[in-house]
């Protein structure tokens, strides 16, 4: 039996911890960030002392279970980092920000796109579990599929063999042309990670299955114009002008930024986030302010690099669209922005009826 006092990773320093899914197993594992002296960070699967020194992994059957495990014990782990070089422990900092600012905006994005996904498909008929077309293999799953279906109903690969709320098999079924589905295929993780974004990807029409980063892209093309729309409803006009009367001229939740322009007289408008080669990944500067030169539709947000650097945020037109038009001098702008967190932005897009 594996015990924990025998383990060296008992003894690594880890600088933060957060949670991934791991469709294969249906539940949450919490992943740590480990220092690596001078390199970059490493992320890792958590495992955890349990009785008689034998080892587990740290696991939780909720998103939002292992999410506030994350937030009460990160603040423990940093301010429990053995380093006394100031200089180090800002460095060391900044890393651990940037590593937990992108998984956190990688996850609230993906719930804003399956929340979307299934409000899509709200009004399609639900096909009951008797008329659905099977292969003889697949008839122990018939159930199974139904319940799958009846949420997302747009489904075209299924994992089954849930069973007393865990997967006692790892089984997909695939929809063919004609509307039939498939006889079991064994599931491993790539598999199994194919139908959890299936679960997305789908509901726009897309495949699971083709490059994630491009899929996402394309997902966030076919969003923009419902965001646009966000501005007709009266919850939103309401949140902006109690925003305004704060003093604030941009918010910014899950890729979304509503935007005030003074200029002209239009008011408030939606743009996008994007980024640049250094801003990537990079640690969000939240005091930091956005350098408007131009009318662009994307708006870069102000980061820090790991050196320590604070860049200011600027905005600008994406590949395809053309120079953006340039602001006159009299009229850059230097504006603060306000985070607010994914949540707000799944709210208000459900509020969205569909035609």
Do not use: C
Not at 249 to 265: A, D, P, Q
Not at 288 to 299: E, K, P, Q
């Amino acid at each position: 039996m594996l015990k924990w006092s025998e383990m060296k990773r008992s003894r690594d320093t880890i600088l933060a911890v957060w949670p991934v899914y791991k469709p294969l197993h249906g539940m949450w594992f919490m992943q740590e960030l480990v220092d690596k002296d001078d390199l970059t960070p490493k992320w890792r699967d958590r495992f955890v002392p349990a009785e008689n020194d034998s080892v587990r992994s740290d696991h939780y059957p909720d998103r939002d279970a292992a999410i506030a495990a994350a937030d009460a014990l990160n603040p423990t782990l940093r301010n429990g980092l053995p380093i006394s070089d100031p200089d180090r422990r800002r460095s060391i900092e900044l890393k651990i920000d940037k590593a937990v600012q992108a998984k956190r905006r990688l996850q609230d994005e993906e719930a804003l796109m399956l929340a979307e996904a299934i409000r899509r498909h709200a009004g399609d008929p639900r096909p009951d579990a008797a008329s659905l077309q099977l292969a003889a293999e697949a008839e122990p799953y018939r159930q199974d599929l139904a319940d799958q279906l009846s949420a997302m109903p747009y489904l075209s690969i299924a994992q089954v063999g849930w069973e007393d709320g865990r997967w006692r098999e790892h089984l997909l079924l695939y929809k063919d042309g004609k509307g039939a589905w498939t006889k079991p295929y064994t599931a491993g993780e790539k598999a199994a990670t194919t139908s959890e974004r299936a679960k997305i990807a789908n509901g726009y029409d897309l495949s699971g299955s083709a490059h994630w980063g491009k899929t996402k892209a394309r997902i966030r093309q076919i969003l923009l114009p419902r965001a646009n729309q966000l501005l007709q409803l009266a919850s939103v006009q309401r949140l902006l002008a109690e925003a305004f009367a704060r003093g604030e001229r941009v918010l910014v939740s899950n890729g979304i930024v509503f935007w005030y322009e003074e200029e002209g007289g239009i008011g408030w408008q939606v743009k996008e986030t994007g980024s640049t080669n250094d801003s990537e990944g990079a640690t969000l500067w939240r005091e930091g302010t956005i350098r408007s030169t131009n009318h662009g539709r994307l708006v870069i947000l102000p980061y820090v690099k790991e050196d320590g650097e604070k860049v200011r945020g600027h905005t600008r037109n994406g590949p395809g669209d053309g120079r953006a038009m340039p602001r006159h001098p009299d009229h850059y702008v230097d504006i603060p922005f306000s985070l607010y967190s994914g949540d707000l932005m799944i709210g208000l897009f459900g509020e969205l009826p569909y035609e």
